[in-house]
């Protein structure tokens, strides 16, 4: 009886710290695409998509890629695919490949990546700031 009170024991902890382990990968999830009111930033997960205004953005396929770079010269380094729909006009929406330093005006927006990080869901660190309407 004591070794199975034991094992019962021991899969009520683990499905304790299972369940915990899942509720922070939620709290993860949740934090994703807010901003951040004091910088403007926000960081979208590889998979995922936030609102921000007027925007929802899209992070995909992030990895080590050849781009050119904002200087016109060919680099190798971290990328990411943006798609990024105005939720008001979609005729105005934009997919484009990105890098650290990319900046890109959409509608009443520019929005600029700050850091790309690897990982099996790597993900983008973007600054957006709202501008005067960019046709």
Not at 70 to 86: N, W
Not at 121 to 134: H, L, N, P
């Amino acid at each position: 009886m004591s070794v199975l009170r034991f094992s019962m024991v021991a899969a009520f902890l683990l499905a304790l710290g299972f369940g915990g382990a899942i509720a922070a990968c939620a709290s993860d999830e949740t934090a994703d695409g807010r901003t951040q009111p004091e910088d403007n930033t926000i960081t979208v997960r590889e998979g995922t998509r936030a609102p921000y205004g007027d925007l929802m953005i899209g992070v995909s396929n992030v990895w080590e890629d050849d781009y050119t770079g904002t200087d016109g010269k060919k680099h190798r380094g971290l990328t990411a695919v943006l798609t990024i729909t105005d939720r008001r006009d979609r005729a105005k929406s934009r997919m484009v490949t990105a890098f650290v330093g990319f900046s890109v005006a959409i509608s009443d927006y520019r929005i600029g990546v700050l850091d790309i990080t690897p990982g099996e869901r790597g993900s983008v660190k973007m600054r957006i700031q709202k501008t005067k309407a960019v046709s």
